[in-house]
């Protein structure tokens, strides 16, 4: 019996400490949550542009959230958020792909081609993944508020007064 207690408690141990192998996550991907909003964001470079955002619980607002699984049927913030990249891949880059707030197999090749873009013409030095994560939006340009030309904001700060803003399409 002793011997058996023994056991269970190395195996015990053994699992805990996750069988000695420390195990961690890529802290972009395992913290931020999923873009849930679009908000109107300016840096000191550039104009105010419309945004990928993330609005918790308790109503406070950040430009850190991600973009990263396949969304096709996600709630109707994150289905704004998605709206809004697929509009600035249209907009500011040409990607022929629909507006309907699905991240699917068409709007992850999209980021995928802008992400290269990106890399070959500017030097982004960006993941070519097809994820909208904060490093490839950062890169991006976006559609400005006034909806009539893109811009580049790569220090994205939510501008006072435009935490939310309508979606127009």
Not at 87 to 114: H, M
Request: aromatic share 10%; charged share 15%.
């Amino acid at each position: 019996m002793n011997t058996l207690k023994r056991v269970l408690a190395v195996v015990t141990m053994i699992a805990a400490t996750g069988g000695g192998v420390v195990l961690t996550a890529s802290p972009a991907s395992a913290a931020l949550p999923y873009c849930n909003n679009v908000s109107g964001v300016s840096d000191d470079a550039a104009g105010l542009s419309r945004y990928e955002t993330y609005v918790n619980s308790s109503g406070s607002y950040t430009v850190s959230c991600d973009m990263n699984y396949l969304n096709e049927n996600g709630s109707a913030g994150q289905r704004r958020a998605i709206k809004q990249i697929q509009w600035d891949l249209v907009f500011c880059y040409g990607q022929g792909i629909s507006i309907d707030g699905e991240y699917g197999p068409n709007t992850r090749q999209a980021v995928k081609n802008v992400q290269s873009y990106l890399n070959t013409y500017e030097g982004a030095g960006l993941v070519v993944d097809g994820w909208a994560g904060p490093n490839t939006r950062k890169k991006m340009k976006h559609v400005a508020t006034e909806q009539t030309f893109c811009v580049h904001t790569s220090n994205p700060s939510i501008w006072p007064g435009w935490e939310w803003l309508d979606v127009p399409y």
